[in-house]
Structure formats: structure tokens, C-alpha cells
């Protein structure tokens, strides 16, 4: 499989793309984990997310509501050109989405990033593929309508004034305690 540093990420062209080390570039495997991004507006925030799911190897990434999409240039610089190599699309609601993949597969798993009276300590989540795995708006957080559609709830421990982490940094975390959990190839 290529691996790219980010300076080749960042000047990566699709109409020239570099030639393939000895023994070909290979074929990405994908992971079933599906992040859906609930009207999460920061663009550099998506960009990041593009990263995270790169490094993951997720199948996909949705992006819903009001959120900007690529090509965008602050989408494109925080995601260092990884929305090239993830796959994505874009839905009007994370409602919308979250159905679409449940009919993709009745055994997906719909686990939401957020404080809430019914949230367990990402820890103690028992991880299972496939899964989606869903942040919301950096200010109002995940919205009520896929809080009630979703199979779990987990949440961060704070310990310090704020009450919350970046929504990047927190599915960072989970995503990688999922990797762990599930002891995805490294």
C-alpha cells in the first residue's frame, strides 16, 4: 500500500499523480467504520476529520447539513489532500444519512460522540463493526433527532473548567480506541 509524507500529500495532482513504488501502490483496505459529521461547520475541522479517517483507513466520511464540502481550499489544507483518498459524500441530514447506511447494513452500529444523560465512558463501549460513529456542530453538538436513532451514546472524561474537547480531537480519541479494541492491522 503507498504511503505518502505530507508534503507529497500536499502536492499531490490527480491529472499527475507520482509513479507507483516497485510492486505497484497495492489496494487500501478499507475498515467498516463510517464517520458521519453532523452539520459540523469549521472547515478545518473537516479537514482534520479527512486525516483521521485516512489514518483509520474508514470506509467513508458523510458530511451533512450546512457544513462546506471540497473542493475547498481550508478543507483542502487541513485534510493535506486526503479528501483524494477518502471516500465521502454529502447528505442534507445526518437523519438522512444514518438511515441510508442502516439499510447498506442491518447490523451497523450507530454510536454518537456527546454528553448526554444516557452516555457511557468511551472506554467501556463495546466495539463492533460495522460501525458509524457520529460528531456534531462544534456549539450545539450532536442533534436530538440522532440522538434518538443512534444505538449508543459515549462520551469524554473532563477534568478540567471546559466541559468539552474539540470535535476532532474527540473522535480522534475514539477512533483510535476502536482501532485498539478491534486490533486493526497497524
Not at 503507498?2 to 499527475?16: F, G, S, V
Not at 447494513?105 to 463492533?128: A, F, G, H, R
Request: charged share 25%.
Amino acid at each position: 500500500m503507498i504511503k505518502l509524507n505530507a508534503k507529497q500529500l500536499r502536492t499531490w495532482n490527480k491529472e499527475d499523480p507520482p509513479s507507483p513504488p516497485a510492486g505497484g501502490f497495492g489496494e487500501a483496505r478499507k475498515n467498516p467504520i463510517y464517520i458521519v459529521l453532523d452539520n459540523v461547520l469549521d472547515t478545518y475541522n473537516i479537514g482534520s476529520i479527512f486525516r483521521l479517517a485516512d489514518a483509520v483507513a474508514a470506509e467513508e466520511v458523510i458530511i451533512t447539513g450546512q457544513a462546506e464540502v471540497p473542493p475547498n481550499t481550508r478543507i483542502k489544507k487541513a485534510s493535506i489532500n486526503t479528501t483524494e483518498w477518502v471516500k465521502w459524500q454529502y447528505a442534507s441530514t445526518a437523519v438522512e444519512a444514518i438511515a441510508k447506511l442502516k439499510v447498506q447494513s442491518e447490523k451497523l452500529k450507530v454510536v454518537v460522540i456527546e454528553q448526554d444523560k444516557k452516555s457511557i465512558p468511551y472506554t467501556e463501549m463495546k466495539w463492533e463493526f460495522p460501525v458509524a460513529v457520529v460528531v456534531g456542530n462544534e456549539t450545539s453538538g450532536v442533534s436530538r433527532e440522532v440522538l434518538e436513532m443512534c444505538d449508543s451514546v459515549v462520551e469524554l472524561p473532563m477534568f478540567g473548567v471546559n466541559i468539552s474537547l474539540n470535535v476532532m480531537v474527540s473522535l480522534g480519541i475514539v477512533l483510535y480506541e476502536i482501532a485498539e479494541n478491534l486490533k486493526l492491522p497497524g
